[in-house]
């Protein structure tokens, strides 16, 4: 399983990116898929889930501005972002995890939960 992310770049403040990742050789119809990003210094932050049953889950500090997506044929996650803020400057990374679950809703925005991961797209939001 390969993960790999890009539509990173540099935006004023206000605009918008929207991010892909495609994640090849990827053959499992139950998950949990999600979006993290990293200041550096920082831990990494999950902020966007979802999963194969549709359900969507987003932290605080992105609900309303973000949306994740995916295109199953097209074995793609995305995330639009708008009115973005300097303060979501930081490296962006996409997830795989394990299978639907009974309560995993809770874990969905946690990294342990997942175990493939993407190498990082940078998104700068300048003021």
């Known amino acids: 399983v390969q993960l790999a992310e890009s539509g990173g770049g540099s935006v004023q403040a206000g605009g918008f990116l929207k991010l892909s990742c495609e994640y090849r050789?990827?053959?499992?119809?139950?998950?949990?898929m999600a979006w993290f990003r990293q200041i550096p210094g920082k831990e990494r932050e999950g902020f966007a889930s979802l999963n194969s049953d549709g359900s969507t889950i987003y932290a605080d500090s992105v609900k309303g501005r973000f949306t994740i997506s995916e295109d199953n044929a097209k074995k793609t996650l995305y995330l639009q972002m708008n009115s973005l803020v300097p303060e979501d400057t930081a490296i962006y990374y996409c997830?795989?995890?394990?299978?639907?679950?009974?309560?995993?809703?809770?874990?969905?925005?946690?990294?342990?939960?997942?175990?493939?991961w993407g190498q990082g797209t940078q998104v700068t939001v300048s003021s």
């Open positions: 997830a795989a995890g394990p299978p639907v679950i009974d309560g995993g809703d809770q874990y969905a925005l946690s990294e342990l939960f997942y175990g493939y």
């Open positions: 050789g990827w053959t499992y119809s139950s998950y949990y």
